[in-house]
């Protein structure tokens, strides 16, 4: 049973528009939500990761949107580049840093 | 740098053949993990350990095995139990009880020949 339900699976974007990425998960004891890019052939790193106790989280062009009571999340990307393309995963913890549940992955094509 | 070593990038697996995946930390991690990755199935954990000589299967564990006799590595064996191999595994590494997250290796592609 997959933990953590992501959609799209793949998302093509014009240069400069927003991307949008979104997760849902049943498990309340849920405490730390990361997204995490990866570029063919690597392994996926860390982009941004939110609580459960704020609603929105921002670092440069990467929003994270979470909404409690809809257990839901999204990433957000805006201004999209070319160099945005990679695959990127949600994932989901209890104790945070302990066993990770991810998503599936959105394989994400920003055209110039 | 502080980082995940995984070696080696390819390999290649003859029907019957055990081979042996390495991975090696230098960040002073307390736990390290194994992930399988397949298209379309995101990042199916294999095998975790959250302390030396010590470790605890994950949801795919069949047909894998690890050791964990030091802190810094977490080798994942790939026996001929396992039916369908072929797959890029990655390991990651974490300091459980923080908000931290993993940090991964870049990965190696197994492939059955």
């Known amino acids: 049973q997959q933990q953590v339900k992501q959609s799209p699976q793949s998302l093509i974007v014009q240069k400069g528009g927003i991307s949008i990425i979104n997760c849902a998960y049943e498990?309340?004891?849920?405490?730390?939500f990361p997204w995490y890019q990866q570029f063919p052939g690597k392994g996926p790193a860390l982009l941004i990761a939110i609580r459960p106790d704020v609603s929105e989280k921002k670092e440069g062009r990467f929003t994270i949107s979470f909404n409690k009571s809809a257990k839901q999340f999204s990433l957000h990307i805006m201004d999209s580049q070319p160099g945005d393309s990679a695959t990127y995963f949600c994932a989901a913890s209890i104790n945070t840093g302990n066993q990770f549940y991810f998503g599936t992955g959105t394989s994400l094509t920003v055209i110039p | 740098d502080g980082g995940i070593t995984q070696s080696p990038k390819y390999l290649f697996r003859k029907e019957g053949q055990n081979v042996t995946l390495s991975c090696e930390q230098n960040?002073?991690?307390?736990?390290m993990y194994w992930y399988r990755q397949d298209p379309g199935q995101g990042l199916r954990l294999i095998y975790y350990?959250?302390?030396?000589?010590?470790?605890q299967k994950g949801d795919i564990a069949e047909g894998y095995s690890v050791s964990r006799e030091k802190k810094e590595s977490f080798p994942l064996t790939v026996t001929s139990a396992q039916k369908n191999p072929t797959a890029f595994y990655l390991c990651?590494?974490?300091?459980?009880?923080?908000?931290?997250?993993?940090?991964f290796g870049s990965g190696t592609r197994l492939t059955v020949v």
């Open positions: 350990s959250q302390i030396v000589n010590d470790f």
């Open positions: 990651a590494s974490s300091i459980p009880g923080l908000n931290y997250g993993y940090t």
């Open positions: 960040l002073n991690h307390d736990a």
């Open positions: 498990n309340t004891a849920f405490d730390y």
